[in-house]
């Protein structure tokens, strides 16, 4: 079992920034890929950025390439996100997952973290 939680979500106005951290603990042995998703009311999960156990390899989508960046920190079995020129539409719940093999797709993640808000007010 591995437990996340996330942290750092809140309110901020456009333009402003925030980050978000993830601790695991359990058998992190097992979090190969760690990724945050975001939903929005009334809209699908989506992922927002992955990145891999060696950090080398990272995903983006393209709403927040530019803007936000991903990067973990393997001894402290916390992954980052940290979030530039926020926009309202990045507004949603913002959750942290672990997957013990190379996966963009959900359904492949294994654990996932409570969730934080992320409110962006224009």
């Known amino acids: 079992q591995v437990q996340l939680v996330e942290s750092g979500g809140g309110t901020v106005q456009a333009g402003g920034s925030l980050r978000l951290s993830c601790a695991a603990s359990?058998?992190?042995?097992?979090?190969?890929?760690m990724g945050w998703f975001r939903q929005a009311p009334g809209k699908e999960r989506i992922l927002v950025a992955r990145?891999?156990?060696?950090?080398?390899?990272?995903y983006y989508a393209d709403s927040v390439k530019g803007r936000f960046t991903i990067s973990r920190d393997n001894a402290k079995n916390t992954v980052y996100l940290q979030m530039n020129n926020l926009k309202p539409e990045d507004t949603a719940v913002y959750y942290c997952?672990?997957?013990?093999?190379?996966?963009?797709?959900?359904?492949?993640?294994?654990?996932w973290g409570q969730g934080t808000q992320v409110t962006v007010s224009s």
């Open positions: 990145v891999t156990k060696s950090g080398g390899d990272t």
């Open positions: 997952a672990t997957a013990n093999r190379f996966t963009d797709y959900a359904p492949r993640y294994d654990y």
């Open positions: 359990g058998r992190t042995g097992s979090s190969y890929t």
